[in-house]
């Protein structure tokens, strides 16, 4: 399965999701973990918003709490295939999480869609 997610809200500290994503965005992942049981082939692509602001606020903490869901849903099933995408702004503060863990796959996307729903 290739899905595309758009977060739609703008960052006051990336990677900090506002507005109504606070709530959408864990129960994307929760949907996927409870719901689509039998998906054993994931690709996520994610269009995140890139951002004008110091790569200083791009710390392990803000990272962790940024992929925890998409951690929980790794850890939910054994996986044939499990990628997430991202853009080249947010690659090398989320390659370091992927790198030191085995269940899923980082990959970059040039995929950007300016005016988000």
Avoid: C
């Avoid at 054993?40 to 710390?59: A, E, F, G, S, Y």
């Amino acid at each position: 399965m290739d899905v595309y997610l758009q977060i739609g809200s703008t960052y006051t500290e990336p990677p900090v999701i506002t507005g109504l994503w606070t709530d959408v965005y864990p129960a994307f992942f929760r949907l996927f973990q409870h719901t689509f049981r039998n998906v054993q082939r994931l690709r996520l692509t994610m269009n995140l918003k890139p951002w004008d602001i110091p790569p200083v606020t791009m710390n392990d903490a803000n990272i962790g709490a940024f992929l925890a869901p998409w951690e929980a849903l790794a850890r939910s099933r054994e996986w044939v295939y499990l990628d997430l995408a991202i853009q080249d702004d947010w690659y090398p503060f989320v390659k370091k999480k992927a790198d030191a863990q085995s269940t899923w796959a980082l990959s970059r996307t040039d995929f950007y869609v300016s005016d988000p729903i």
